[in-house]
């Protein structure tokens, strides 16, 4: 199998609570089709590996792409031959982090990713954290 993983980073502050991916997955559809690209639909096996990498990175109270294991390997049980991974902390809202991702250039593609089809998007909580909440979005086709 062979992957095309593209992965960026950023961070800001706020808090908030666990957030499930299905808004998030339409507000990135929309984003998309706004470029010219086709919408994604939400995927519950993305939505475990965001989940866990976001949930990952709010235990070790940083942002990073492998807190949680090489992406590779956390990638691989879902059999897609293109993925790619943003992970972000401290945005309250999910239409606040597509912003802060539009606004830099490895998120952006990982966003306008042309064979995409899927995503998978998590957020957690940590008000402990200077961050309080920590993202991750894995995108396939």
């Known amino acids: 199998m062979t992957f095309d993983v593209r992965a960026s980073c950023s961070a800001n502050g706020s808090h908030g609570v666990m957030f499930r991916s299905g808004g998030c997955a339409t507000e990135i559809s929309a ?3 706004a470029h010219g690209l086709s919408a994604v639909r939400a995927d519950a096996a993305l939505d475990r590996i965001a989940r866990k990498q976001a949930a990952a990175m709010a235990r070790a109270g940083t ?3 492998n807190v949680n294991g090489n992406f590779f390997v956390r990638i691989a049980p879902v059999h897609r031959r293109l993925a790619a991974e943003n992970v ?3 945005f309250p809202t999910c239409a ?3 912003r802060q991702w539009d606004a830099s250039s490895g998120h952006r593609a990982n966003l306008r990713m042309s064979s995409a089809r899927r995503v ?3 957020s957690v909580a940590k008000p402990s954290s200077p961050y309080r909440r920590f993202w991750a979005m894995v995108i396939t086709d």
């Open 31 to 33: 984003y998309r089709r």
């Open 96 to 98: 606040e982090t597509i």
């Open 63 to 65: 942002v990073s792409h």
């Open 120 to 122: 998978g998007v998590a």
């Open 88 to 90: 972000a902390a401290g």
